[in-house]
């Protein structure tokens, strides 16, 4: 009897260590997998959701996540009646509260897509809005986008209760896109 208590000793030792070793593996695969994971795929996730976020320069964002692509994303701050639309700079992001720890990477390519920088502030050139742009070092300016090239902007400066008119043009500010930290629309 005692050869067999000990051999169904040693034979309950095995499993467990086996089991030990088939959770490492697997928490390690966890590990690996979550360690793939990009900060855009996270926010995909959680499109519709409320965050909080902290800009290079100082300045914080507070809204629902509308949408995003490769290189930005877009909040909505406010009341639905009084919303303004806040165009971030991904690159410019330092945290970020309230995700959910989701991922979504099935939906990749939505977030690749073609739609870069350029594309969304030539929409709002296009537009002639009347924006406030942020940059990485807590400045800021108010004006139109006059035009929207391969690597910078032009902003012409005028009151925020004027629309934009040559006679009102206090200057042109050109303004490359690695100093922008979010652009929002009034």
């Known amino acids: 009897m005692r050869w067999s208590d000990l051999f169904d000793d040693l034979e309950a030792q095995l499993a467990a ?3 030990a070793e088939r959770q490492g593996e697997v ?13 855009s795929e996270r926010l995909l996730a959680d499109t519709g959701a409320t965050v909080r976020l902290a800009l290079r320069g100082g300045a914080t964002v507070q809204g629902v996540i509308d949408d995003l692509a490769q290189d930005w994303l877009l909040v909505r ?24 720890g989701r991922s979504d990477t099935g939906r990749r390519n939505r977030v690749q897509r073609s739609l870069d920088l350029r594309h969304a502030l030539r929409a709002l050139s ?15 300016s108010v004006g ?5 090239g391969a690597d910078h902007l032009d902003l012409s400066t005028h009151p925020d209760d004027l629309p934009r008119r040559t006679r009102d043009v206090h200057s042109v500010v050109t303004i490359p896109y690695t100093a922008l930290a979010c652009v929002v629309r009034n």
Do not use: N, P
């Open 27 to 39: 928490v390690e695969h966890t590990r690996a997998s979550l360690g793939r994971v990009r900060l």
């Open 126 to 140: 296009r537009d002639r809005a009347l924006v406030r742009v942020h940059d990485v070092d807590g400045g800021g």
């Open 144 to 148: 139109t986008i006059d035009r929207v």
């Open 17 to 19: 260590q086996e089991a």
């Open 77 to 100: 701050e406010g009341e639905a009646d009084r919303a303004r639309e806040v165009f971030v700079v991904l690159a410019s992001v330092l945290t970020v509260q309230g995700l959910s």
